[in-house]
């Protein structure tokens, strides 16, 4: 009178699928070991470096990696899964937007084409005012002040506060 249905074993595929976020873990992992295999070959000596030395930071960064990337398939092969998106104002059904990425994509090449030449100053404002005409800003007087105000604050408190060179290019006279 009843019916016993089989369980069918699950297919290698499935179970990959459902654990799709070991991809995850295996990106950290690799990304940690890259990380402390960079900064086991930083050459040092102690009489330049003192206590700590350049390998520290890079060697806590990496083993952190490496430990994030343990615990995190840890909790994947337990059951744990990552949560779906729950912004309200998020269609997920929608598809890319390829114009803005191209334009913020394009923004951003210029930024890295034209900072020897115009200088970190001029570079970042055209890239700051690309950035914001590619999310729709359309303010013709406000946005590009804002994008030269933000490029030279940015480059005053690298160069003069952070004492961090950037190029200054032809405003190099004037700033």
Not at 50 to 68: Q, R, Y
Not at 134 to 151: C, K, N, Q, T
Request: hydrophobic share 55%; proline share 7%.
């Amino acid at each position: 009178m009843s019916v016993i249905e089989k369980e069918t074993p699950a297919t290698p595929k499935s179970w990959w699928r459902a654990h799709s976020e070991l991809g995850v873990c295996v990106f950290l992992f690799a990304v940690g070991v890259l990380v402390l295999v960079d900064a086991l070959s930083i050459p040092t000596d102690f009489t330049q470096r003192g206590p700590v030395g350049p390998k520290a930071v890079p060697i806590l960064v990496g083993s952190l990696l490496l430990l994030v990337s343990l615990l995190l398939a840890r909790d994947v092969l337990r059951g744990g899964r990552g949560e779906a998106e729950a912004g309200e104002d998020v269609d997920l059904d929608a598809p890319a937007d390829w114009r803005t990425v191209l334009l913020l994509s394009g923004a951003f090449l210029a930024n890295a084409a034209l900072i020897d030449t115009l200088g970190f100053p001029l570079s970042s404002a055209i890239m700051f005012w690309g950035a914001a005409y590619a999310l729709g800003s359309r303010h013709l007087v406000r946005d590009p002040l804002i994008a030269a105000g933000v490029s030279l604050v940015t480059w005053f408190v690298f160069t003069v506060l952070l004492g961090v060179p950037l190029p200054g290019g032809p405003l190099m006279g004037v700033l």
